[in-house]
């Protein structure tokens, strides 16, 4: 992410992603049936298909979804509340409008959505990005936000992650 110089809006974000991902390592459409059922074959870098499937099955458990859709909620209840500038807003709150207390705010709630997530692992790195404390957050909750829809998708039958 520190290559990529974009603004924040999901658009510019998975857009700006792209820009910067060697070919190689994007996402293929391998297969496309549409028959019923049909499905989807993509190509994924076998490590970032395995980390979307576990972190879909975790939150495909009732107590995860939970948990992490209640943290979503706060999380936007606080920018309401803060007069913080949410991630689907076209006017951009930065690191540099914040007090100490927001920051201090954000970065736990950031915290907390890696846990969800299942990314300790990658926290050191990923908290380590030259990226700002809002735009660390604004990135996992684009990412949630995606996560989401395939949730729905897989908790109505229409899709199963093989």
């Known amino acids: ?9 999901a ?3 998975f857009g700006g992603l792209q820009s910067v991902t060697p070919k190689i390592h994007r996402a293929q459409l391998k297969q496309l049936h549409y028959n019923s059922p049909g499905h989807i074959t993509m190509e994924l870098l076998p490590e970032m298909a395995a980390r979307i499937k ?19 909620k706060e999380i936007y209840k606080y ?5 913080i500038s ?7 709150s ?12 954000i970065g736990e709630f950031t915290r907390r959505m890696i ?11 990923f908290l380590s990005l030259r990226v700002s404390k809002m735009g660390q957050l604004r990135v996992l ?22």
């Open 94 to 105: 930065s690191d540099n409008d914040l007090t100490t207390d927001q920051l201090t705010c």
């Open 54 to 72: 576990a972190v879909t099955e975790e939150l495909l458990r009732p107590e995860t979804r939970s948990t992490a859709e209640a943290l979503y």
């Open 141 to 162: 909750l684009a990412y949630y936000r995606r996560l989401r829809k395939i949730i729905h998708y897989s908790l109505s039958g229409n899709i199963s992650l093989t």
């Open 115 to 125: 846990r969800i997530f299942k990314w300790e692992e990658y926290e050191e790195k």
């Open 1 to 9: 992410m520190h290559r990529w110089n974009g603004g924040f809006t």
């Open 11 to 13: 658009v510019n974000l």
């Open 86 to 92: 949410g991630f689907e807003d076209e006017k951009s």
């Open 79 to 83: 920018f309401r509340e803060e007069k």
